[in-house]
């Protein structure tokens, strides 16, 4: 499945916005998906997951309570709902998917196969 983030850009702090991963090739129906992002010098780390149908969610503790993953199937595409953003929210956030055929959901970047290139968020203050 090929995997492609939007939504990124200049926010400013306290402000929302939604990221969107598309997806082709394959039904997102039968991933598993996560949110991870990478924010300057440092590693990329788990956001938030979702499992495949949708029944099951997690997030970072840094983002629980900010942010909310969602799926639409019939559209192949993943949300990020991110409110309150904060500086510390400045990332490139790349979308990821691995195959499912459960509610299992997957935290480890080594879990997933395949994943988008990445939308730059910055929040200002």
């Known amino acids: 499945v090929q995997l492609q983030a939007s939504g990124g850009g200049l926010f400013q702090a306290g402000g929302s916005l939604r990221l969107s991963c598309a997806a082709s090739?394959?039904?997102?129906?039968?991933?598993?998906m996560g949110w991870f992002r990478r924010a300057p010098g440092k590693e990329r780390e788990f956001v938030s997951a979702?499992?495949?149908?949708?029944?099951?969610?997690a997030y970072a503790d840094s983002v629980k309570g900010r942010f909310t993953i969602s799926r639409d199937n019939a559209k192949n595409t993943v949300y990020l709902q991110m409110n309150s953003l904060k500086p510390e929210d400045t990332a490139v956030y790349y979308c990821?998917?691995?195959?499912?055929?459960?509610?299992?959901?997957?935290?480890?970047?080594?879990?997933?196969?395949?994943w988008g290139q990445g939308t730059l968020v910055t929040v200002s203050s």
């Open positions: 090739g394959r039904a997102l129906s039968n991933y598993a």
């Open positions: 979702i499992s495949w149908r949708g029944e099951r969610r």
């Open positions: 990821a998917a691995t195959a499912s055929y459960s509610n299992e959901l997957h935290y480890a970047q080594r879990s997933y196969d395949s």
